[in-house]
């Protein structure tokens, strides 16, 4: 699944409803998709601290730098970037099953102590028509994708956990992220026996949007 993620004003609002101590720190999300080689915003955790992602990835970076926030909660923000590295011919890795991430070499160690959720408004697909599928919560304006990240040298690289779509996702393709709620975040990150059941709760239902009709041209 080669996901594309996406960030609304709405999410924003839903953000801070599920970490209000997080007010007057996330800073405004640019619009548009997440893809490989793109800072993504990300909230990550692992068993001696916390280490997460921002939306203030921009002016971290260009000065060579991490800008942590952290919440009372024991959320923490900072950017990461999407994908691992030096895998098939150089191309990045961006997705992990849920089904054997804790068995497969390359993310068993991420799985046991350096697990993230990323937030998000959405993401997209493209259906066998080649047009573009977006799915979204039908009741909250955010959703939390299950990640994991390792560090690549001086930088912290993240994927994202994915299981076999549910019956909302399975039109359009066969896998889907494993979505977190808000309640389980906190867990997730930071506790490995609830993160381990948690890899296979049930997923929730999406509501799948076409935001454009595919159009096609007769010619004589």
Known sequence: MCGRYFWTDD?????????PDLAGVVMRLRAGDYTPGMSAPAIAADFSGIAGAAGAAESAESAGGVENARSGSGVCMEPLLWGFPGFDKGRLLINARAESVKD???????????????????????DKKKEKVIFTLPDRQILYLAGIYRPYGAENRFVVLTR??????????????LILSGEEVVPWVSDAAKAGDILTKELPMLKAERPYEQISFEFE
């Open 104 to 126: 497969r070499p390359t993310f068993a160690d991420s799985f046991a102590g350096r697990r993230c959720a990323l937030p998000a408004a959405g993401f997209y697909e493209w």
């Open 164 to 177: 076999e779509a549910n019956a909302s996702m399975e039109p359009v393709h066969d896998r889907m992220p």
């Open 11 to 19: 999410a924003e609002d839903a953000f801070l409803e599920d970490f």
